[in-house]
């Protein structure tokens, strides 16, 4: 053994008696020796659950049930939460689930913790920036003020602290960064500890053209090796293309086994496991897969209480491990049994309600039917009204412009509420982009009326023509119109439902020779949304002549064809199909692929529906919808350059004439 050494032995330093010489003997060396300490420690074993559970409390804000927060009211996500404390090897959680089920709380629970008791950087990362700031606002700064070991930790905002703002917080030790997808700069801001990806469904397929926004946010943890934490998760979309699905597959694939309350058998509850009565969802029970007893909802507490997660599968990667949980396991109180029934009956008789029962209730992907319609079967369908006339149900117009080497194709569609449309006409300009009599023609269509069933005439108002081929050219042209009315646009590949159409950004032009920086407004399409969309649109069921006569009405979405319309046209209507392939990695991919070579149509319909996006219409609410139809039903006897209807000299009712009275196109 050592012995203590003597206060007589020879030291290579003054003793601690001699004042002025000791290293600690300063101002300020307790504060040092105390953060050299806290660096020392090692993480706590207090898990994420633990932390919640003690320090935990839920704003009115920003919760239906403020006061502390319980982990046993949501037992299943005491794993997902508990996987992410610094005692657990687990590196990357992976979370596919249905809407409010308590996730966002549980990773909100996660940053507590991280700025309490493991300090480091985070990155918390939302689907776009506005999102962003909006989750900062009604999550994050009631997580800081709600809990007193939280605020005493991170900076209060000041106006000239930066280190405190909309979308930082810093605080001892580490400090959290919350950006949008979208934002490449964003996502390659700092290194980060922890990362929190949020819906990540809804992320754009790239950042700022650089790459895919998941694969850049995790590139920020690699740096901190087995100690860092990353946290996926969303509601999941279509099948092949869905991203947490995709991560999903590729973990251990868990679900929450739950006993049952007559026989003990373990199962994971499943939607066609629930059963009632035709046309009474009060009625709704569960039947267990063992005893095949019925189960009431009032069970659902006691169940939850004794489950357990299961893994059902090997990842391929030993540090990942994902989790599904469907809305079927929503504790008491949140969504019942019988809402989920109700809202099951409700979707029946669309594609679109359906898609999101599954998606938001089931937490499961949606299958997009691809095949192409049969262009006989349209064919067959096509309806007969006043050539060049737009019908009753039409309110507005826009178009969708091809340009091709040796002609422009441009096609005119009328749309009324639910986006139920009508092909009003079919225009092919002769000349390419080289020829200025094609422009001409072009810019003479901007012009033109159709007449309206019910007396009006409508111009386009707003026109999206494709960017593929030309680009300067179009670009040129369309300053020249005005961005009112005229939108150039860009198709990409891929799906984005929360926002098909993004932008606009600004692009260089070129006017009498001379280029001009940022001169033109580019829109980004996302043309698989809009392709599947008419697919599905052009599968609804449609009322019979009975039904009509009847005063049956057409499903939302129809899409209307006339009688005028050629048979090569409809070929060109549904010249692609949708196809699963497979990437190198062996994940599936969904893909639009042509069946014959032409597809104006098709391109110049997803063009037209880009247009009536940027219009607003799939935002408008139903003040501006009946504002419309108000208009159209009026007797006319003067038309605004932009084909509203308006009476001699005055404006609609309770608006004044500069609101409505604009350029042309100006109305929106």
Avoid at 84 to 93: A, F, I, N, W, Y
Wanted: with cysteine.
């Amino acid at each position: 053994m050592y012995a203590p050494t003597s206060t007589n032995s020879p030291r290579s330093g003054p003793t601690s008696g001699e004042s002025g010489n000791d290293l600690t003997d300063f101002d300020g060396a307790g504060e040092i020796l105390r953060a050299w300490g806290n660096g020392l420690r090692p993480d706590p074993d207090l898990t994420v659950s633990e932390w919640a559970d003690r320090h935990r409390m839920l704003s009115g804000r920003a919760s239906a049930e403020p006061g502390r927060y319980r982990t046993v009211r949501t037992p299943y996500m005491r794993e997902i939460m508990d996987r992410l404390s610094p005692g657990d090897p687990t590196q990357r959680v992976v979370f596919m689930k249905a809407a409010q089920v308590g996730a966002t709380e549980a990773g909100n629970n996660w940053i507590g913790f991280a700025i309490h008791q493991a300090p480091g950087p985070m990155l918390a990362v939302q689907p776009t920036v506005e999102l962003a700031k909006r989750n900062s606002r009604q999550r994050i700064d009631p997580l800081i003020d709600e809990s007193p070991e939280l605020r005493e930790r991170v900076k209060p905002a000041r106006s000239r602290d930066a280190g405190n703002t909309m979308l930082s917080k810093e605080f001892a030790g580490g400090i959290l960064i919350m950006t949008g997808a979208n934002s490449a700069v964003g996502l390659r801001s700092t290194p980060a500890r922890y990362i929190f990806l949020d819906e990540v469904d809804a992320y754009p397929a790239s950042a700022d053209e650089e790459g895919d926004p998941v694969t850049l946010a995790e590139a920020r943890s690699l740096t901190f090796a087995h100690r860092r934490k990353v946290l996926l998760v969303s509601t999941p979309t279509i099948r092949g293309l869905s991203r947490i699905e995709r991560e999903y597959e590729a973990s251990d694939q868990r679900r929450f086994f739950v006993p049952c309350p007559h026989c003990g058998a373990m199962q994971w509850l499943k939607f066609d496991r629930l059963r009632w009565q035709k046309g009474r969802p009060e009625t709704a029970e569960y039947h267990c897969e063992g005893c095949d007893a019925a189960i009431a909802e009032h069970h659902k507490t006691a169940m939850l209480e004794g489950g357990e997660w299961r893994a059902t599968a090997t990842s391929a990667d030993p540090t990942t491990v994902g989790y599904h949980l469907s809305a079927l396991c929503s504790p008491i109180g949140w969504l019942s049994w019988e809402r989920i029934v109700r809202a099951w009956d409700a979707a029946q008789g669309s594609d679109e309600a359906i898609k999101a029962f599954r998606n938001t209730i089931l937490g499961e992907t949606w299958v997009e039917t691809g095949e192409a319609p049969d262009w006989q079967r349209l064919y067959d369908r096509r309806e007969r009204w006043t050539s060049g006339m737009v019908p009753a149900g039409g309110l507005f117009l826009t178009a969708g412009a091809d340009v091709q080497k040796d002609r422009i194709e441009v096609d005119v569609w009328a749309w009324g509420r639910g986006l139920e449309s009508w092909l009003v006409d079919h225009v092919v300009i002769e000349g390419g982009p080289d020829r200025h009599d094609a422009w001409s023609e072009l810019t003479a269509l901007l012009d033109r009326t159709w007449p309206h069933e019910r007396g009006a005439h409508l111009r386009i108002a707003r026109l999206a023509i494709d960017t593929g081929y030309e680009a300067p050219a179009v670009y040129s042209w369309s300053r020249a119109q005005g961005f009112a009315q005229v939108a150039p646009v860009k198709g990409v590949e891929g799906f984005n439902r929360s926002s098909p159409v993004s932008g606009p950004t600004f692009v260089d032009a070129t006017e009498g020779g001379k280029r001009l920086r940022r001169g033109a407004r580019l829109w980004t399409v996302a043309v698989s949304t809009f392709k599947a969309e008419t697919y599905r649109f052009l599968r609804l069921a449609r009322p019979t002549e009975e039904e009509l006569a009847d005063g049956a009405a057409f499903p939302p979405g129809s899409v209307h064809l006339p009688h005028w319309v050629e048979n090569e046209w409809l070929k060109q209507f549904v010249a692609e199909q949708l196809v699963t392939v497979r990437t190198k990695r062996g994940f599936a991919r969904l893909e639009w692929q042509k069946l014959r070579e032409r597809n104006e149509a098709l391109d110049c319909r997803v063009y037209a529906r880009a247009a009536a996006w940027i219009a607003g219409a799939d935002r408008w609410p139903d003040e501006k919808w009946r504002d419309l139809e108000d208009q159209l039903g009026a007797a006319p006897t003067d038309t605004d350059p932009a084909g509203q209807i308006n009476r001699p000299g005055q404006a609609p009712q309770g608006k004044r004439r500069s609101d409505w009275l604009g350029r042309r196109g100006g109305w929106f």
